[in-house]
């Protein structure tokens, strides 16, 4: 699994290495956070 936090928020999701790529894209190109991969799940949950 993999990290991925919001810079602003510090909202954290964990992400299967294997969806990285493209959840990693996604969030770049605009998807909210929270929106995840299959296996993936929130981790540390702050402000939205």
Known sequence: M????E???M???RVP?????D???AKLA???LFV???GGQVWKE???
Not at 17 to 21: D, E, I, K, M
């Open 23 to 25: 959840t990693l894209a």
């Open 30 to 32: 605009g998807e909210d």
């Open 11 to 13: 909202n954290q999701i």
């Open 36 to 38: 995840l991969p299959e």
């Open 7 to 9: 810079r602003d928020t």
């Open 17 to 21: 290495v294997a969806a990285l790529r």
């Open 2 to 5: 993999a990290t991925i936090r």
């Open 46 to 48: 702050g402000v939205r």
